[in-house]
């Protein structure tokens, strides 16, 4: 059994299927769902509080979040706001032996993708969970792509930046200069720059990444 609690060895960064972090103050609850998920081939992580958690995932990691709602300090939407506000795209699913319809709705609405009640059937935990790894491997791939137009971005000067935003605007050169009070050939040559630095096929695939991750120039 793989567990957190215990600070036993982890995979290394390369690999890169999504595991699953289960943040329970229940022991036997946690021990008992790694049990029943690695007996499928899922990996799992146990923690005991919210706290443990954040200071020791990994946000890069793929994976799936298994969160009980009521826990000492912080409870589980207290860390389901602080994981959305940090922009960590980990599927959430909630559990709670207390659960109510007032609840359950306020999961989904901050973002749960599911609010299951204990004691939980494991049937329908493993197909929660095995429908939420492809959905976070997916989720995962899309912000790795989003950060990595963010850092391509990050190597723009304003200037550069600047013509760029002009030319998403769908300005073309002539305008451009006019606009910025310089020559067409000064404009090509940042946009020459731009698509060099951001390592883009054209700055029309750059801009259908700016849109397709929702990235601001």
């Known amino acids: 059994m793989i567990s957190r609690d215990s600070a036993s060895s982890r995979p290394g960064p ?36 919210a706290a443990t958690f954040l200071s020791e995932f990994d946000p890069d990691e793929p994976s799936v979040l298994i ?19 940090r922009g960590y795209p980990a599927p959430v699913i909630f559990c709670s032996a207390h659960g109510d319809i007032p609840m359950s709705v306020r999961a989904l609405r901050q973002g749960a993708v599911n609010f299951l009640e ?20 997916q989720r995962f791939e899309e912000e790795r792509r989003r950060k990595s137009v963010c850092d391509r971005l990050a190597t723009l000067t304003p200037r550069e930046r600047e013509v760029l935003r002009l030319v998403v605007s769908g300005l073309p050169s002539q305008l451009i200069a006019r606009e ?4 067409v050939k000064t404009v090509d040559v940042h946009r020459a720059r731009i698509k060099a630095k951001t390592e883009s096929e054209s700055l029309a695939t750059l801009m259908r990444d700016l849109l397709q991750y929702r990235v601001d120039v």
Do not use: C, N, W
């Open 14 to 49: 390369e690999v890169s299927a999504p595991v699953v972090h289960i943040v329970d103050d229940d022991e036997d609850l946690r021990r008992s769902l790694v049990f029943l998920l690695e007996s499928v081939g899922i990996e799992a992580f146990i923690y005991p509080d």
């Open 67 to 85: 969160v009980d709602v009521r826990m000492p300090g912080l409870s589980g939407f207290q860390l389901q706001e602080k994981l959305v506000a």
């Open 118 to 137: 204990k004691p939980y059937e494991p049937q329908k935990m493993l197909e929660v969970v095995q429908e939420q790894l492809v959905v976070a491997a």
């Open 180 to 183: 910025l009070g310089t020559s």
